[in-house]
């Protein structure tokens, strides 16, 4: 699959500009919203957070209770909010023309 559909779609130029960039922000977030989907539905097919033989989960310890955090879920949080602040930062550019 080619990647580079959502900045294709970005860099075109005429009008409907703000259409344009809502569907390079839909495309961007699909696969991020595919991983949180698969995240919350591991149980069902016998899923892990992470590979036996990949980067080893970070280990967080809340009052006797041990909590395994995949360093894919942090950039998958990461991908969500850096997505999300662009989105709010096109609106404000968008409401001050």
């Known amino acids: 699959m080619y990647s580079g559909t959502p900045i294709d779609f970005a860099t075109l130029f005429?009008?409907?500009e703000s259409e344009r960039?809502?569907?390079?922000?839909?495309?961007a977030?699909?696969?991020m919203l595919g991983?949180?989907?698969?995240?919350?539905?591991?149980r069902i097919y016998g899923g892990t957070?992470?590979?036996?033989?990949g980067i080893p989960p970070v280990l967080i310890n809340i009052r006797?209770?041990?909590i395994q955090v995949d360093m894919n879920l942090v950039a998958e949080i990461a991908g969500i909010?850096?997505?999300?602040l662009i989105v709010c930062l096109h609106q404000f550019?968008?409401?001050r023309r």
Do not use: K, M, N
């Not at 960039?21 to 495309?27: R, S």
């Not at 957070?49 to 033989?53: A, E, F, H, N, V």
């Not at 909010?81 to 999300?84: T, V």
């Open 14 to 16: 005429g009008a409907h």
């Open 21 to 27: 960039f809502d569907l390079v922000a839909i495309l």
């Open 29 to 31: 977030c699909t696969p």
């Open 35 to 42: 991983f949180f989907a698969a995240l919350i539905t591991r």
């Open 49 to 53: 957070l992470y590979d036996p033989g």
């Open 64 to 66: 006797q209770h041990q």
């Open 81 to 84: 909010l850096c997505l999300s």
């Open 93 to 95: 550019a968008i409401a």
